[in-house]
């Protein structure tokens, strides 16, 4: 008996989905297009029953033909089955099911089809212009104005810091933000790192403002030293050029104070042929902004560093109405700020991390110190505003959190009163957990407060093991050693560290990719340009543009350099600018050169040698043995050993020499040089700085 006829046998239709839509289907069970295939001349049912339980007009009833047995059957099994919960109680309401239905009778009825009208079609096709308006609002550029401008990443892009950009037109170009970046391991005395300003002169004529975003070191920390070359007008807001201000009293440069401009926020500031305006927005600092700037070309978003704190400690939070009002007018090219783009979800707000700071307060039981940025002033007022909370005198210590602090109370951003605060050398009139110490240090630096309180070099403040160091900070990329060695010296001192053992001990600046996609979504860009970040965290940000509908062909990957096009057409490099840094001494605030640099690094990886040698002016013969000292390449047991070696290439060489090798000193010298050099290179596979000094007589 074959499936089909055992299937009849127990009133089952083997066709019939509907009837329990939980049963897994047979796969050797043939489907009725099969069948239809093995039968040719079978005639197809082309009626579909969308009621499970009626009988339909014309429909075979029992004892009609054969060919129908099987509807039959089920029919009546139907009769007898319990009420299956996934049907529909009134079966005169069915629609019918995705499978097709019951079969009742061989023949299916179908669905009455919906009454499209004109006037729903109308409705249909406009709301469909409208999404697609509201999802374009870019559409609206006039795409013949014929204007273009460019854009050009001077820093701040494949790195962590020293951002400036250049944004021109035709006629005028506008610098925006001049910051400093931190030099690596490998920089050797050096402090700091300003960007290249070569591309600057060459454009100089050109440029009308500088505009600043907000007062991050990374963003202003370099204007002093393009001030030492060129002098532009500079547009912020007070709190930024007021610590501007502070660093030019420090290079000397007082009396240009006068090229300020302080900003209002919602207001556009018309700058050759661009027209700027500032809009609020949440950071790890007061006033920082974003910039709508209005360009020949279009309307340009440069959202600066940014994340959106929807309760930020001020209230001040970002003016997101201002991203949707020039979203809807039709944004040309985004820039955004991606050093968070791999982070899901979204940021924390500042405030989160007072929380952590009651709980921390509770469970110190001595002096509590404090370090952070210095330029955090929220994280400091929020530290400050427990400490009064808890009976404690705050002290503030290091040079940079102290002037910040000093601006931002003048400023009124942070307001406690006098009373509450004490000098270092008060700390010790005052009982151990009536103390609250803020100070510098939070990167590990050796000439910052809390570094050298930790190894027991600050005038005023030693650790001692009932001390409580919270390090509300997270280490900058390039910076983990420093902080680690400086972990270590605190817990020597058997004072409690807290670091990364509470989550919400610091939280960051920086926009994660839910807030990310809102600003993509609010602004709507035909093009955009991820900026702000090493390459992977430009890519990264990339991909979530994609996603929230910018098109990929309208995304371009900068790095450092790279000139880019922007017209209502296209989005194209251009060309390659030149770029680079500049390195810093901080002791003197003076540019220290290039192949000093490079001196230090091969002193410090390969070493010194320095041969001092004496000839006889008449015979070009060497006069006594030549003095060879060597620093950083073999070890002192090995000296004497290095020195005869050095010595004997010294007498082969001038006993073979021409008269031309010898004809000088400073030829000689050379040719000692190449000598010694070979040798150190066959037998160290080093190559150290080799001096020789040669002295006729």
Not at 128 to 150: C, F, H, M, S, Y
Not at 465 to 482: L, R, V, Y
Not at 672 to 684: A, D, E, Q, W
């Amino acid at each position: 008996m074959d499936n089909n006829q055992s299937s009849e046998k127990n009133g089952q239709n083997p066709n019939s989905k509907a009837a329990n839509p939980n049963r897994r289907p047979n796969p050797h069970r043939t489907n009725s297009s099969e069948s239809q295939a093995q039968n040719p001349n079978r005639k197809p049912n082309r009626n579909k029953n969308t009621n499970t339980g009626q009988k339909q007009d014309g429909g075979n009833q029992q004892g009609q033909p054969n060919q129908n047995k099987k509807s039959g059957n089920q029919n009546r099994r139907s009769d007898n089955r319990k009420p299956n919960s996934h049907h529909k109680k009134n079966p005169s309401k069915s629609t019918g099911n995705r499978g097709g239905g019951h079969k009742s009778g061989g023949k299916r009825r179908k669905n009455e089809p919906t009454n499209v009208s004109d006037e729903m079609k109308r409705s249909i096709t406009a709301n469909k212009e409208v999404q697609e308006a509201r999802l374009n609002p870019w559409r609206q550029i006039d795409i013949n104005t014929g204007g273009k401008v460019r854009f050009t990443p001077l820093g701040g892009l494949g790195e962590i810091g020293g951002n400036i950009a250049v944004l021109e037109t035709e006629t005028t170009a506008i610098v925006i933000d001049v910051g400093m970046s931190f030099p690596d391991e490998s920089m050797h005395g050096v402090d700091i790192l300003v960007p290249d300003f070569s591309y600057l002169q060459v454009i100089k004529d050109k440029i009308k403002a500088i505009i600043i975003t907000h007062a991050h070191e990374d963003h202003i920390g370099a204007v002093p030293y393009l001030f030492k070359t060129m002098k532009f007008p500079i547009y912020g807001t007070p709190l930024a050029l007021a610590m501007i201000e502070n660093k030019f009293n420090e290079h000397g440069l007082k009396k240009d104070t006068s090229y300020f401009n302080f900003i209002t926020k919602r207001q556009q500031y018309e700058i050759g042929d661009l027209k700027i305006e500032w809009m609020h927005m949440t950071h790890s600092i007061i006033d920082a902004c974003s910039l709508a700037i209005e360009t020949p070309a279009g309307t340009l978003i440069h959202t600066g560093d940014f994340k959106i704190d929807h309760t930020p400690i001020d209230g001040y939070t970002a003016d997101l109405h201002r991203y949707a009002h020039y979203g809807a007018k039709g944004v040309l090219c985004l820039f955004s700020d991606s050093t968070n783009s791999y982070k899901p979800g979204f940021t924390k707000s500042e405030a989160v991390v007072g929380n952590t700071f009651d709980t921390l307060y509770m469970l110190a039981k001595g002096r509590l110190l404090m370090s952070t940025f210095s330029s955090n002033v929220h994280r400091i007022y929020q530290a400050m505003e427990r400490a009064i909370k808890h009976n404690r005198k705050i002290c503030v210590i290091g040079r940079s959190m102290e002037r910040n602090i000093e601006v931002t109370r003048a400023l009124g951003y942070v307001d406690i009163p006098d009373k509450h605060f004490i000098e270092p050398h008060e700390v010790n009139k005052y009982a151990d957990n009536e103390v609250m110490i803020v100070t510098t240090g939070s990167q590990g630096e050796d000439m910052a407060a809390l570094f050298r309180m930790a190894t027991n070099e600050h005038r005023h403040i030693k650790l001692k093991p009932t001390d409580t160091i919270i390090i509300s900070a997270k280490a900058i990329p390039g910076n983990e050693a420093s902080v680690s060695k400086m972990m270590n010296h605190i817990v020597k001192t058997g004072a409690t560290v807290r670091y990364q053992d509470f989550a919400d001990i610091h939280v960051s600046g920086h926009a994660a990719q839910e807030e990310q996609k809102l600003i993509l979504r609010l602004v709507q860009p035909k093009f955009f340009l991820p900026v702000h970040g090493e390459y992977n965290h430009i890519a990264q940000h990339a991909k979530t543009a994609v996603k929230c509908g910018v098109n990929e062909r309208n995304i371009l990957l900068m790095s450092d350099g790279d000139q880019v096009e922007i017209t209502p057409k296209y989005l194209k490099k251009v060309k390659t600018v030149k770029t680079g840094k500049i390195f810093i001494d901080n002791q003197n605030n003076k540019e220290i050169q290039d192949d000093v640099i490079i001196d230090r690094q091969k002193l410090a990886s390969d070493g010194i040698v320095n041969i001092i040698v004496q000839i006889s002016e008449q015979t070009h013969k060497m006069v006594g043995k030549p003095i060879v000292m060597t620093h950083g390449l073999v070890p002192d047991r090995e000296d004497k050993k290095f020195s005869d070696e050095v010595t004997h290439l010294v007498e082969t060489f001038l006993l073979t020499a021409k008269p031309e090798q010898v004809l000088t000193s400073k030829i000689a010298e050379n040719e000692i040089r190449l000598i010694v050099r070979k040798h150190v290179i066959r037998i160290k596979k080093l190559y150290p700085i080799i001096i020789p000094t040669i002295f006729y007589i």
